[in-house]
């Protein structure tokens, strides 16, 4: 990846980690997510830009090379919609590169077509279970849509797929 692109990216993510953080303050009543709970990152399918991926493995790349190690092997024994192999001991080894659906991944939000995402782990006692009853939530979600293709919409971010299938073509 280009200096030009990786900066031009890097400021993008600034300014989107800072409106999150935002995010997550207004909903901090609701949410539970620390360092350390990492089930969101071990069941999924992590949708990613071509852009993203390109960005995750410059965080790769910087990695130390036990870890790139352990990084390697997990993709090899890697399983659709198992655990992301960036993950080590219950943290992201590529946190500052991680793709968006990682970074809003926790938060209630409005999506394309009205209807409200919610992080799966609503259901597992956690992030706004207490205002979430028989798919319905009682709290007012963010309003921006945080999927990929609206926050990437100046960015010319390529295709999108799922982690494994960018991995393991
Ligand atoms: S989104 Fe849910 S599973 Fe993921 S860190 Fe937050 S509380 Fe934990
Ligand atoms: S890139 Fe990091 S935050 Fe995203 S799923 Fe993988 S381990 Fe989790």
Redesign the pocket.
């Known amino acids: 990846m280009g200096k030009v692109l990786e900066g031009k990216i890097r400021a993008f993510f600034e300014k989107l980690d800072s409106l999150l953080e935002g995010y997550f303050q207004a909903h901090k009543a609701y949410i539970c997510c620390r360092a350390g709970c990492?089930s969101?990152?071990e069941k999924?399918d992590?949708p990613v830009s071509e852009l993203e991926l390109k960005y995750?493995m410059q965080g790769f790349i910087e990695l130390d090379s036990e870890k790139k190690l352990i990084v390697q092997k997990n993709i090899k024994t890697m399983q659709r919609g198992e655990a992301?192999p960036?993950?080590i001991e219950n943290l992201?080894?590529?946190?500052d590169y991680?793709?968006i659906i990682?970074r809003v991944h926790g938060l209630a939000y409005i999506c394309g077509n009205d209807t409200v995402k919610l992080p799966y782990c609503a259901n597992e006692g956690k992030n706004y279970s207490s205002v979430y009853k028989d798919r319905e939530v009682f709290i007012n979600p963010v309003k921006d849509n945080l999927d990929t293709p609206s926050l990437l919409k100046n960015f010319d971010y390529g295709e999108i797929r799922n982690l494994y299938d960018w991995l393991k073509p």
């Open positions: 990492s969101c990152c999924g992590y995750l992301c960036f993950l992201c080894s590529v946190y991680r793709p990682c």
